[in-house]
């Protein structure tokens, strides 16, 4: 089944590596723009390198969802990146 995630927006934690960046590489193939999430800036830039060829378009943002008004920071990423 083709599924078309054209001007669809998702954001992805844990998507450095493992079931967050297959995760995150099904997205983008299927044409969403992808906010990849993650603790690891350098896996980060690394997976994001990794995607790019993919149809969507892919932003990243490193930090800990944990902290403080980290949450906010991904919406306010997700809004600058993507409309």
């Known amino acids: 089944m083709n599924i078309s995630l054209a001007r669809k927006a998702a954001v992805v934690t844990g998507a450095a590596r493992g079931i967050g960046r297959a ?43 944990t902290a403080g008004g980290f949450a906010e920071r991904i919406i306010e990423k997700l809004i600058q990146d993507f409309g």
């Open 23 to 65: 995760i995150a590489e099904k997205l983008a193939g299927a044409g969403a723009s992808v906010l990849l999430v993650d603790i690891d800036e350098p896996a980060l830039r690394e997976a994001q390198a990794a995607i790019q060829s993919a149809e969507g378009k892919i932003s990243i943002l490193a930090g800990d969802l």
